[in-house]
């Protein structure tokens, strides 16, 4: 992820922003309808409902060929074939990740932050497994649908959208939400997230409600990374925007309604892609990637890294009182694993980027601790390795925490210059030894992996779930690894109805 994200593409994507958004378009990033209309692709129009067919358009960009490319047809499989071990009986749930998969050839493309959300869920029942894909039916898809081709420029390159394209309601653009990043399930709500913006309520078979509202009557604005509290089964989501310095964090209560918001506020507008909670804590860490809108004006970069500023760490606690202000060296982080108290200390398990956007370089998983008592920070590299999509056991999110679960790329992947974010091998990281275990899949490509508890009290008693592809024989399988014992044969691998492009984050999602 990290080598794509270049200082050069930031600034073109920031200063065309901003280009765009000065032509006068609502401050709104997204309409409100959901619209119907055809499902067209490749010029054709096919039908009201369901893509039935593979995308047929190509691309040189890397993040959209192999198996970053699209794939069309939404399908379902029954009784998929188990190639290897056993589906674990007591399993009842489903496995669903979501990712980018834009329906139509983009006008211009940023990975990881433009795309079509499409939603791969493996359900598990009796031993057996079911497959299921199906779009996340945004309203800026609907508009292209209608329109039967690209009408969001990208993060990279937004255009103005032609207005003859758009009936009253419609997201105006020039920005697109296509709800890729993130699912997740609060209160009985099954939910599909972008950055910082509306997410949109799915059913368990994957059909698109509409924007969610968390009650409040309106849709309401969620990070793509949001945190369950262990007690009282809140959900924490982060809010925030380029237009002003204020971060917002929404309780969520387990019931999912809206019951408080909060902010705090920075110096400058922020990009802060995850947060961490603890049991009476919030702990923002923003690196210094602010918004500057006045350079994107004058042709620089809207996004710009000042390592001058450092990385500003807030501890805000959670019973209403005044934040702690922290200051460290300068780094970026994307993805948190974990954090928790520990005595006086807190604890954040984190992927550490030395910088954002400058040259290739090793993002290795971290552990920063915060006294607060004397408000020192020390920091510590767990696993020098390049990372990234760190997972724990959720059951413990916020509270103490030993295992991290994170792919890595090894020399077995035997693909000439994998784009960033592809990665062959699982690690498990004892962050109280400092010894990892590793799952290599060899020339198979994975991702993030999710974990999937067995039903005991240990951290690791449970599976990991995870997409391998085979860029050979060009097949895609559904993974199950024994937590306890990444390194041995897998526990089952279910060999799926077609290729499941490269995603980003997913859940395992209980049947209830
Ligand atoms: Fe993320």
Known sequence: MRRDMTRRDFGLAAGAAAAALSLGGPASAEGQVAGGGQVARGGQVIGEGLVTADITWTSDDPH?????????????????????????????????????????????????????????????????????????????????????????????????????????????????????????????????????????????????????????????????????HPRTGSLFALAYTWRNPVVQFHEIDASAKLVRSFSLTMSEPTMIH???????????????????????QSGQSMLQWRPSMGTRIAVVPLDGGDPVWLQADPFFVFHFANGFERGGDIVIDYVRHHDFGGPAGTTPLHRLEIDLASRRIRDTALA????????????REALRSRYVYVPTLSDSLRIPSPPSATFNTLLKVDTETGESARHDFGNHIV???????????????????????????????????????????????VRLPQRVPQGLHGNWIPRS
């Open 447 to 493: 991702g993030e992996a999710v974990f999937v508890p067995r039903g005991g009290q240990g951290e690791d008693d449970g599976y990991l779930a995870i997409f391998s592809y085979d860029p050979v024989a060009q097949t895609s399988d559904f993974v199950l690894l024994d937590a306890a014992r990444v390194d041995s044969e897998p526990v089952a691998v």
């Open 64 to 228: 959209l060929s192999g198996n970053f490319a699209s794939i069309g047809p939404e399908i379902e499989a029954r009784d998929l074939p188990v190639i290897f071990g056993r589906i674990p009986p007591e399993l009842s749930g489903a496995y669903m990740r979501n990712g980018p998969n834009p329906l139509f050839k983009p006008l211009s493309y940023f990975y990881p932050m433009d795309g079509d959300g499409m939603i791969h869920a493996v359900y598990l029942d009796n031993g057996k497994a079911r497959y299921r894909n199906r779009f996340v039916a945004t309203a800026s898809l609907a508009v292209e649908k209608r329109a039967n081709q690209a009408v969001y420029g990208s993060f990279a390159h937004p255009v103005p959208v032609d207005p003859t394209l758009l009936r009253p309601g419609d997201n105006p653009g020039p920005f697109k939400n296509g709800a890729f990043i993130n699912i997740l399930q609060h209160g009985g709500h099954l939910l599909a997230l972008n950055e910082a913006t509306t997410c949109y309520e799915m059913t368990m078979e994957l059909d698109t409600i509409g924007e969610w509202t968390a009650g409040t009557g309106a849709p309401i604005s969620l990070g793509a990374h949001n945190r369950k």
């Open 384 to 395: 020098a390795l390049t990372v990234e999509f760190p997972r724990i056991n959720e059951a």
């Open 274 to 296: 995850d947060f961490i909670l603890t049991e009476r804590y919030i702990v923002l860490v923003a690196g210094p990637v602010v918004f500057d809108v006045q350079a994107a």
